[in-house]
C-alpha cells in the first residue's frame, strides 16, 4: 500500500528548530521528486519546497528560502525537512507529497502531486 507519513512536527519556541520526516512506503521513493507544503487555518496552501528524485536539485518558496533545507535518503525511503529560525509564521500543517515525475519544475502546483501524507502540526509560540 502506498503511504507517506510526516512525523517531527510539534511546539517550538520562535528562533528555534524542528526536522520533519516523510517516510514513504509501497513505491520506490528514488523514481520521484518530493514536495513539502504547508496549510494554516484560514489560508490556501502554500508550496514550500521540492527534491528531484535524485536529490541533486531543490527548490524552496522565498518564504522559507535561507531558513529551511529540504533532503532526502532514498535508501532510508525518507524526506526531510529541517527548519531553523522558526517564527509564528510558520505555524501550520505541514504535508509531504509525492510529485507525479522526478523534477520539481512547478513545484508549488498542488495538483503535480499524486499522494499526500496526513500532516503533521507545527506550533510556533512562546
Known amino acids: 500500500q502506498l503511504q507517506l507519513v510526516e512525523s517531527g512536527g510539534g511546539l517550538v519556541q520562535p528562533g528555534g528548530s524542528l526536522r520533519l520526516s516523510c517516510a514513504a512506503s509501497g513505491f520506490t521513493l528514488g523514481d520521484y521528486a518530493i514536495g513539502w507544503f504547508r496549510q494554516a487555518p484560514e489560508k490556501e496552501r502554500e508550496g514550500l519546497s521540492c527534491?528531484?528524485?535524485?536529490?541533486?536539485?531543490?527548490h524552496y518558496a522565498d518564504s522559507v528560502k535561507g531558513r529551511f533545507t529540504i533532503s532526502r535518503d532514498n535508501a532510508k525511503n525518507t524526506v526531510y525537512l529541517q527548519m531553523n529560525s522558526l517564527k509564528p509564521g510558520d505555524t501550520a500543517v505541514y504535508y509531504c507529497?509525492?510529485?507525479?515525475?522526478?523534477?520539481?519544475?512547478?513545484?508549488?502546483?498542488?495538483?503535480?502531486?499524486?499522494?499526500w501524507g496526513p500532516g503533521t502540526q507545527v506550533t510556533v509560540s512562546s
Open positions: 527534491i528531484a528524485s535524485s536529490g541533486g536539485n531543490t
Open positions: 507529497a509525492r510529485r507525479r515525475a522526478s523534477y520539481c519544475s512547478g513545484y508549488y502546483r498542488g495538483y503535480e502531486y499524486d499522494y
